[in-house]
């Protein structure tokens, strides 16, 4: 007697095989390459970011502008922010990768 249920469970669990490999498509190094370009382009976008953001700062609190020392303390810690996940994105990415990997 078969139960349709069961059937779903036991389609649901399947395990296809699949995992990452490298060197599975031609043009990997290439993407690679970008990439790290792209991450390295963000790093340095990031570090003018922070300097006009400190600058800012540091004019509206000096002139007594308060709207511009509130923008540039914004834009400090925003581009403070985009530095970490930029610096940490490789770790995050292989963080949660590794964790997935582990789910059965």
Same mark, same amino acid.
């Given at each position: 007697?078969?139960?349709?249920?069961?059937?779903? /469970?036991?389609? +649901? @669990?399947?395990?296809? %095989?699949?995992?990452?490999? $490298?060197?599975?498509?031609? !043009?990997?190094?290439?993407?690679?390459?970008?990439?790290?370009?792209?991450?390295?382009?963000?790093?340095?976008?990031? /570090?003018?970011? +922070? @300097?006009?953001?400190? %600058?800012?700062?540091?004019? $509206?609190?000096?002139?007594? !502008?308060?709207?511009?020392?509130?923008?540039?303390?914004?834009?400090?810690?925003?581009?403070?922010?985009?530095?970490?996940?930029?610096?940490? @994105?490789?770790?995050?990415?292989?963080?949660?990768?590794?964790?997935?990997?582990?789910?059965?």
């Amino acid at each position: 007697m078969s139960h349709p249920l069961a059937d779903r /469970v036991l389609q +649901l @669990a399947y395990d296809p %095989g699949i995992s990452p490999k $490298g060197g599975g498509l031609p !043009g990997l190094s290439v993407l690679k390459s970008v990439v790290s370009s792209i991450n390295m382009f963000g790093i340095i976008a990031v /570090v003018g970011a +922070l @300097a006009v953001s400190l %600058g800012v700062w540091a004019w $509206g609190h000096h002139s007594g !502008g308060h709207q511009a020392e509130a923008n540039g303390k914004k834009g400090t810690y925003v581009a403070a922010g985009a530095a970490l996940g930029l610096g940490a @994105a490789n770790g995050i990415v292989a963080f949660f990768s590794n964790l997935g990997s582990q789910i059965r």
